[in-house]
């Protein structure tokens, strides 16, 4: 399928449909800071959300589009998000519940977004939990994105990503796969989990006020 752009307040962002026949869901994916969505977790991610019945959207920031690989930051970052989920929810997945997330920078603006984009779950691919040490400060986890998210989330980690690794709670799951961070290692893994933790769910049509 062809890609779909979509306005966004930073420019085109651009949405790649992988659709499932008879989709039960939807999961929309972003990609890391300096990569895009052909990253292997992204796929195996993909591969297993539609053998459980979801249509997957994997974005493309509006900074990856235009060519660049440096990140926007984090508010341009945000905001293009939830102008893609507008999109979408209005249009291509209308009516079906939506589990946002990606993989690590994605993941994190999966998560600060969550209330603005009515997700029903959230999935974190290789989630960047310390940030590399800069100086002779010690840096600051970002823990709080994952603990302010009170839907259920699912964390696929390589267990030994150098960012570290998150901790479980009561509606967040912890799975360790072999690999580091680019968590290409174990495909099988990756897909597996997350077909696993999509299956789970018990999930309710989208509410009416978020469809076009």
Same mark, same amino acid.
């Given at each position: 399928?062809?890609?779909?752009?979509?306005?966004?307040?930073?420019?085109?962002?651009?949405?790649? =449909?992988?659709?499932?026949?008879?989709?039960?869901?939807?999961?929309?994916?972003?990609?890391?800071?300096?990569?895009?969505?052909?990253?292997?977790?992204?796929?195996?991610?993909?591969?297993?959300?539609?053998?459980?019945?979801?249509?997957?959207?994997?974005?493309?920031?509006?900074?990856?589009?235009?060519?660049?690989?440096?990140?926007?930051?984090?508010?341009? =970052?945000?905001?293009?998000?939830?102008?893609? &989920?507008?999109?979408?929810?209005?249009?291509?997945?209308?009516?079906?519940?939506?589990?946002?997330?990606?993989?690590?920078?994605?993941?994190?603006?999966?998560?600060?977004?969550?209330?603005?984009?009515?997700?029903?779950?959230?999935?974190?691919?290789?989630?960047? &939990?310390?940030?590399?040490?800069?100086?002779?400060?010690?840096?600051?986890?970002? =823990?709080?994105? +994952?603990?302010?998210?009170?839907?259920?989330?699912?964390?696929?980690?390589?267990?030994?990503?150098?960012?570290?690794?998150?901790?479980?709670?009561?509606?967040?799951?912890?799975?360790?796969?072999?690999?580091?961070?680019?968590?290409?290692?174990?495909?099988?893994?990756?897909?597996?989990?997350?077909?696993?933790?999509?299956?789970? +769910?018990?999930?309710?049509?989208?509410?009416?006020?978020?469809?076009?």
């Amino acid at each position: 399928m062809k890609p779909i752009e979509i306005d966004t307040p930073s420019g085109p962002a651009r949405a790649h =449909l992988h659709a499932a026949k008879t989709p039960r869901g939807a999961v929309v994916l972003g990609h890391g800071a300096g990569g895009g969505v052909e990253a292997a977790d992204l796929v195996a991610a993909t591969e297993g959300a539609v053998e459980e019945g979801f249509t997957v959207a994997l974005i493309e920031q509006p900074y990856r589009v235009a060519g660049r690989r440096s990140p926007a930051g984090a508010k341009q =970052l945000d905001a293009a998000w939830i102008a893609a &989920l507008d999109h979408l929810r209005g249009d291509e997945l209308a009516d079906l519940p939506v589990i946002v997330g990606g993989r690590s920078l994605g993941a994190r603006v999966a998560c600060r977004t969550v209330e603005a984009t009515g997700a029903a779950a959230v999935l974190c691919l290789a989630f960047p &939990l310390v940030p590399p040490r800069r100086g002779d400060k010690p840096p600051q986890t970002r =823990l709080p994105e +994952l603990e302010a998210v009170k839907l259920p989330v699912l964390v696929v980690q390589g267990e030994s990503d150098r960012f570290g690794m998150p901790p479980s709670g009561r509606r967040r799951q912890v799975v360790k796969v072999r690999g580091d961070h680019g968590l290409k290692a174990d495909n099988e893994a990756v897909a597996g989990a997350v077909a696993a933790w999509l299956a789970s +769910l018990p999930l309710a049509a989208a509410p009416a006020r978020q469809r076009a």
